[in-house]
């Protein structure tokens, strides 16, 4: 990939790329597996993927598809060769479709992340509630623990089920004349009026006795939705006994039962202890980003520049696509979110527009502010980034982002994050209990 750039005019820049014939042929195969996935073409696994679409969608269609897809993979290839942090998405050009055994240029539009500076650049104050458990946040989870801890014995106190009971169930469900695996069971525990089966099943149970076995029809939702989107309710019959009516035996909170809950603990005292830690431990993350919202909520109050207007046409055709695109993945129109909402097209307008103002002064007056602290990215930052944005898959996270070609713009944001953390801890932070005393 060869990739030159231009100034185009005072906001834009003109990358101009150009594909060898092999990146063509690689490029040409993936666009087509895409476009057939999109536009759910079936494949035929005795052709190539490339003249099943064209086959299918028609050889015009297809060629604008194929340039759409090819262009929009090595863009973030092309930005990262060229180092350009860009606001939205680019626009595409190309005189020429792509076609096997040829080479591709084609020409993208873009609006280059532009630097700003602030009115200062001292530390920002914020007010906020210290980290602390409460002694009620305690002995909720205590409580929990002795819910979970219970024994479950057998209620003589009456034979006929009444509603709240918890019971002893044995069934036999069928569906078409074929059992229904997850409702079958020599022994399981239902809570009658817990909403957890439907109605008509609640009450069949309620009402028998220990002992009784009866079999009844109810029915259940599916999930395939009908033409007014509610779902398709299918039947099921059950043959019931009701074994036993239980009883839930709380256990003492003593020393005993603490150490017998959680092992590493010999005491209660030792045990609320460990509770206070771990809550502790589990706000701080939550806290920690309360307060960097907050702080770069407070620096944006500092940042007094005009954004360009290209700016803002970029960020707000990027929001405008990613609303359109989350619509259709509903199944959803337009007209039926706007209706759902109460709204006219134009208040959506409005309001989107000023969603991404929000969001590009806060951009902006991040990225000001690394460059005055002389902030720079390294490898630790952007881990940092990724275990950010995906905690339990960081690592996968950061490798789909580097065989897509994004690592770059990641790179940005790791410096907004690695910003927004020092912006942090140099805060002046007061509390607000403190706060309302004063």
């Not at 897809?69 to 060769?81: G, I, K, Q």
């Not at 020429?96 to 009115?119: D, I, N």
Request: charged share 30%.
């Amino acid at each position: 990939m060869q990739v030159t750039m231009r100034q185009k005019s005072v906001d834009t820049v003109e990358l101009t790329v150009l594909l060898s014939t092999e990146e063509v042929k690689d490029g040409l195969k993936r666009a087509a597996i895409l476009v057939a996935y999109e536009h759910k073409v079936e494949p035929d696994p005795k052709r190539q993927p490339v003249d099943v679409v064209r086959e299918v969608l028609g050889k015009d269609e297809a060629a604008f598809l194929f340039d759409e897809a090819v262009m929009a993979r090595c863009a973030p290839f092309a930005l990262a060769d060229r180092e350009v942090d860009i606001v939205g998405e680019p626009k595409y050009a190309c005189a020429q479709h792509v076609r096997e055994g040829h080479t591709f240029e084609f020409q993208m539009t873009c609006v280059p992340v532009p630097k700003f500076e602030l009115s200062s650049y001292d530390p920002v104050e914020i007010t906020m509630p210290a980290l602390a458990v409460s002694d009620d946040q305690v002995e909720e989870q205590i409580q929990a623990l002795v819910k979970a801890s219970a024994d479950r014995g057998t209620d003589d106190s009456h034979s006929t089920v009444e509603k709240g009971d918890s019971v002893e169930l044995e069934l036999e469900t069928i569906q078409d004349g074929k059992p229904v695996r997850a409702l079958c069971s020599k022994a399981r525990v239902y809570n009658t009026g817990s909403l957890s089966m439907p109605d008509d099943f609640d009450e069949a149970i309620v009402g028998m006795d220990v002992g009784e076995t009866k079999s009844f029809e109810f029915e259940g939702p599916s999930f395939e939705l009908d033409a007014n989107g509610q779902p398709v309710m299918e039947s099921y019959r059950s043959t019931v006994t009701v074994k036993r009516i239980l009883s839930t035996v709380e256990p003492e909170v003593t020393d005993a039962w603490a150490a017998r809950v959680m092992p590493n603990c010999s005491t209660v005292a030792q045990l609320r202890e460990h509770i206070r830690s771990r809550l502790l431990q589990q706000q701080a993350k939550e806290h920690q980003k309360q307060k960097e919202q907050l702080c770069a909520a407070e620096l944006a109050k500092r940042f007094n520049s005009k954004i360009p207007d290209a700016v803002y046409d970029a960020a707000m055709s990027e929001a405008r696509k990613t609303l359109h695109k989350s619509l259709k993945e509903q199944g959803q129109t337009l007209e039926d979110f706007l209706k759902q909402q109460g709204m006219e097209e134009q208040q959506l307008t409005m309001s989107v527009m000023m969603q991404v103002r929000e969001q590009l002064v806060r951009q902006f007056s991040l990225d000001a502010f690394a460059w005055h602290e002389g902030l720079s990215v390294e490898d630790a930052d952007i881990d940092s980034f990724f275990d950010a944005i995906s905690p339990n898959n960081a690592v996968a996270a950061r490798k789909d982002f580097e065989r897509s070609g994004k690592l770059f713009a990641a790179k940005g944001a790791a410096m907004r994050l690695k910003a927004n953390r020092l912006l942090a801890e140099q805060a002046v932070v007061r509390d607000a209990a403190a706060h309302r005393v004063g």
